[in-house]
């Protein structure tokens, strides 16, 4: 049975409007996104073991011990690796104390100019403005050691549960203020890294173990760095297409296919909740690369190559290329079942997010990239005639 060149249909540029439909539902889902551990700060313990365990009780275990744990939990030769996310209290407590610098921050600065206009009164003791400013810089310096003394305040309470030892501070003395902070989320985050190796070594008994944090504000800055990659990777995918074709339709076809298939990709992890992490940057960027291929598979066929028509040669590479991700996709479906069966999170994640753009990329190359590089083929070729 031979089967229809869609190409020939009489309304095959109205095909590009199904992947921009998939782009505009996925738009939808991608701020329900979440971000694991690596991202947005989390616990991360290897444990040496040979100990047998059951990955899923385990994971089960350790939610029900620790508050807020969110456990994820991957096998490796030798042992296992625990992941928890950050304890909110000390979550809190970061926040509260890098405010605490800014106002300290703020308190040396009118400091600064409090003794610069006290001198310059010396000389000038009548002036009215050097007066108001001093006023008005004694109020900003006043002010500030009144928001130390409330985020001093508001920290100790936060983290109170996981103190053993009380902080005297002095009200007047942000230096006083800022060592009290300090020390107290230096001692509060050892005791609760304690907590938490006590309760694995009664969950899982073992040898040795490493201990990892990746606090909230590094792992903002982690999201910021793996966001800038992506935007990077895709910038130089676009030059490279834009140096190749030297024509913007064509470009512009190869790059809007290679991005739908990302967001495409993104609005199915905020749908089904698959955590945005490092391994699922990694997804992402395999991913484009292979949008890449396939959409600049259709378009060098279209535009390069003699042989039939043009529509021809579209069919024939849809035929190629759906054979490709067809096989792409039992490859990574392979992966998602064992990295299911076996629990392993990091595989599991990718795997899924590439199998989300692979399907999409059948949409977006074959009824969005591959019409839009024919229609401007045949309008160049009536031109030419």
Request: glycine share 6%.
């Amino acid at each position: 049975m031979q089967v229809k060149n869609i190409y020939h249909h009489k309304n095959y540029k109205l095909f590009p409007l199904i992947p921009i439909a998939l782009l505009l539902i996925s738009l939808v889902f991608i701020p329900r996104i979440p971000l694991d551990s690596s991202l947005k700060g989390g616990i991360n313990v290897q444990l040496q073991t040979n100990s047998t365990v059951d990955i899923r009780m385990l994971t089960a275990e350790i939610d029900s011990k620790i508050p807020g744990a969110q456990a994820s939990i991957s096998t490796s030769p030798g042992g296992i690796s625990v992941t928890i996310a950050t304890n909110s209290s000390l979550a809190a407590a970061e926040q509260t104390l890098l405010q605490l610098y800014s106002y300290d921050g703020n308190y040396s600065t009118a400091a600064y100019r409090i003794a610069t206009l006290q001198l310059a009164l010396k000389n000038q003791s009548s002036n009215a403005t050097l007066q108001t400013a001093l006023q008005g810089e004694e109020a900003n310096q006043s002010r500030a050691l009144a928001q130390m003394d409330t985020a001093t305040a508001a920290m100790l309470a936060s983290l109170k549960p996981l103190l053993n030892n009380t902080y005297a501070y002095n009200t007047s003395d942000p230096a006083s203020m800022i060592t009290a902070a300090k020390s107290s989320y230096t001692d509060a985050s050892d005791n609760y890294k304690n907590y938490v190796v006590n309760t694995l070594q009664q969950s899982v008994p073992f040898t040795t173990y490493s201990y990892n944090e990746v606090t909230p504000t590094l792992g903002a800055y982690f999201l910021g760095q793996m966001v800038w990659i992506i935007i990077t990777a895709f910038i130089l995918v676009a030059i490279a297409v834009f140096l190749l074709f030297r024509t913007p339709i064509p470009s512009l076809s190869v790059v809007f296919g290679s991005g739908n298939d990302i967001l495409v990709a993104l609005g199915a992890m905020g749908l089904f909740g698959i955590p945005l992490g490092v391994a699922s940057i990694g997804g992402l960027l395999m991913l484009i690369g292979y949008s890449i291929d396939t959409d600049m598979l259709s378009a060098i066929r279209i535009l390069k190559r003699g042989e039939d028509t043009p529509a021809e040669r579209a069919f024939g590479t849809m035929k190629t290329g759906m054979t490709m991700t067809f096989a792409a996709i039992i490859s990574f479906s392979i992966l998602l079942i064992i990295s299911y069966v076996t629990f392993i999170p990091t595989y599991f994640d990718i795997s899924s997010i590439v199998l989300f753009g692979l399907v999409a990329d059948l949409f977006t190359t074959w009824l969005g990239n591959t019409p839009m590089v024919l229609w401007y083929k045949q309008k160049k070729e009536a031109r030419i005639s």
